[in-house]
């Protein structure tokens, strides 16, 4: 019986040493980048950051498109009396090529929202703030349909000035999104169409 206790206690001793926390160095890392990761999670404080020297924005890289946005636009907003994005986004093409029945109903009902006050339900430039020369604006908003500098204009030109604004007009980037700004060109030009077809 002593036998035993003496095995039980010495075994308990054992096991009671191995598990304690014994601090183990290894003597070389092959990847310490990968051990000792510098991942950080997007929505912690990153103000520690700098105090370690690693410069840490929270924004996407450039040249790539952050999860949950479509359809991005290469140009920013010209500069003050700048032209060049303006004139550089001619060459963008209308990422919609047609729309579905339901996509045109949209497109439609946020045209009249959004862009038919002034320039009217017939995009003729006559909505109810113009209302013939007799509306609360006195000057004429531009006739997208019938005006060959309009009808002519690019796709990538319209989203320009939809979302910078353009002039009299501002922009409309935080009423519509990118994908609603491209449906509501693609309206435009299928009306442009309809009506050059017509004639």
């Known amino acids: 019986m002593n036998k035993f206790l003496a095995i039980t206690f010495l075994t308990a001793v054992v096991v009671l040493t191995s598990c304690s926390d014994v601090k183990r160095k290894p003597g070389s890392i092959y990847m310490p980048d990968m051990a000792y990761s510098r991942a950080y999670e997007s929505y912690d404080d990153h103000s520690k950051l700098k105090e370690k020297g690693i410069h840490y924005d929270?924004?996407?890289?450039?040249?790539t498109i952050a999860r949950g946005k479509e359809m991005p636009f290469p140009y920013a907003q010209d500069a003050a009396g700048d032209t060049t994005n303006y004139t550089l986004s001619k060459s963008?093409?209308?990422?919609?090529?047609?729309?579905?029945?339901?996509?045109?109903?949209?497109?439609?009902?946020?045209?009249?929202?959004?862009?038919?006050?002034?320039?009217?339900?017939?995009?003729?430039?006559?909505g109810p703030l113009y209302k013939?020369?007799?509306?609360?604006?006195?000057?004429?908003?531009?006739?997208?349909?019938?005006?060959?500098?309009?009808?002519?204009?690019?796709?990538?030109?319209?989203?320009?000035?939809?979302?910078?604004?353009?002039?009299?007009?501002?922009?409309?980037?935080?009423?519509?999104?990118?994908?609603?700004?491209?449906m509501v060109i693609k309206y435009i030009k299928n009306k442009q169409a309809a009506a050059k077809a017509s004639k």
């Open 132 to 182: 013939d020369g007799n509306g609360p604006y006195a000057a004429k908003p531009a006739a997208l349909v019938g005006d060959a500098k309009y009808e002519n204009m690019p796709d990538g030109q319209m989203f320009y000035s939809v979302a910078y604004g353009k002039n009299l007009m501002g922009s409309y980037a935080s009423q519509l999104s990118k994908r609603q700004r491209w």
């Open 92 to 126: 963008v093409p209308n990422p919609i090529d047609s729309l579905s029945v339901v996509d045109a109903k949209e497109a439609e009902r946020l045209y009249l929202i959004n862009c038919g006050i002034c320039h009217g339900a017939k995009l003729d430039g006559n």
């Open 58 to 63: 929270a924004r996407p890289v450039a040249g």
